[in-house]
């Protein structure tokens, strides 16, 4: 499979790439990194970024944007997206040929070739495999610029190599990264680096979660609160792991309030598996870090509800109590 999608990139002119919405490092990592790869062997080829550009991440490079005429007879790689729903640019349509590249639990087969692989660590290792399948066939060459990308996706998505999802896979993935002298220290400190709103807004989520009996912790932030620290739905993500690591607690959620009413709920876990429950609620994504999206504030009992069941059978389980 790795081998048939680069026989489709050395195939066709025009070649864009998209991502998911509202993008993180590893969506931008593997959408930048995979541009960079292609432009650095095929100079010829036109290769083009689209997608909105998340201010909290331009540090990471900027999207090119494309015409409507520029899909006439392209090829679209899509990264890091499991449903349609999820694209950025729904001009992907407009393609003459389709590819899927992903590794969360497959959603939806949008593509006219879907290439999933959940035990990947994130997009971005993925594209670092495309590279090392298809590099001696195709005297593929991987610059500073593209490692740099790759190397931010896979330490976002793996935590630092903390999360359950890091293999030896992934740590061989990163070993060929190091070996292209990227800036680690750069990257790093644009990565870590915490504004003083969202540091502030961290102090107002400490004194205001809450924990069930369970072992599921979570707090809720208005639409008010959230502007006084002028925080948007880019930037408040980066609240989720502060209820991380506290001893006893095996799920902890999010719970935002959206300009339309909606309630977006951010779920991690140290315990059950919470996708399926994520699912039950207009969301999903991987086993232990999930996304839901309740009607209003009220459903937000049902989905701790559910999510405290899983916990107490999770301690049946696996831990006797
Ligand atoms: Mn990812």
Redesign the pocket.
Known sequence: MLKEIWSHIVAFDKIIIHRHISP?P??LG?QLGLAALIRHTYKDKMVKTVGFNEPSLSWMGEMDGALDEDYEGALVLIM?TANSARIDDSRYKLAAKSIKID??PVVEEYADINYTNTSAS???EIVVNLYEFNKEAYQLQLSEEAATCLYT?IIA?SGRFLYDNTTIDTLKATQLLYACEIDRNKIHECLYRRSLNIVQAQGYVLSQFEVSEAGVAYFKMPLDVQKSYQLTTGTRSALVNTLANIEGVLVWVCLFENEDGRIRANIRSNGPAIHEIAAKFDGGGHPKASGAMLSKWEKSQELLDELNEACQMYRRETMNV
């Open positions: 993180d590893d969506a593997s890091d590794h969360h994130s997009t971005s996706g998505d």
